[in-house]
């Protein structure tokens, strides 16, 4: 079976940084994708930042203050929050995009969620 463990949640001041990890353990052959999602209150879920076979796609909303990293050798992804803002609270989400065997089709796993609270 394949977990996803988010960590690095927690409650920041406005113009804070917070640094979340996710780490992908289980029965993995290889990953396509790995990212981060999150849902505000009362809101869907929404990406934030993606990286694909090296490339990396970002929100409108968090371009030139979140970073996101991954590393490959440890089936790890990170996300680099700086100047974060109210409008940020929200639970992240991890996501990968990974399969099982060299047959087997790509499926999505996510995380359970971490909660980031940005405070006025």
């Known amino acids: 079976q394949v977990q996803l463990v988010e960590s690095g949640g927690g409650l920041v001041q406005a113009g804070g940084s917070l640094r979340l990890s996710c780490a992908a353990s289980?029965?993995?052959?290889?990953?396509?994708?790995m990212g981060w999602y999150r849902r505000a209150p009362g809101m869907q879920r929404e990406l934030v930042a993606t990286?694909?076979?090296?490339?990396?796609n970002y929100a409108d909303s968090v371009k030139d203050r979140f970073t996101i990293s991954r590393d490959g050798a440890k089936n790890m992804v990170y996300l680099q929050m700086n100047s974060l803002k109210p409008e940020d609270t929200a639970v992240y989400y991890c996501?990968?995009?990974?399969?099982?065997?060299?047959?087997?089709?790509?499926?999505?796993?996510w995380g359970e969620g971490t909660l980031v609270t940005v405070s006025s």
């Open positions: 289980g029965s993995i052959f290889s990953i396509n994708a």
């Open positions: 996501y990968c995009q990974l399969r099982q065997r060299w047959y087997a089709n790509y499926m999505d796993y």
């Open positions: 990286v694909i076979d090296g490339s990396t």
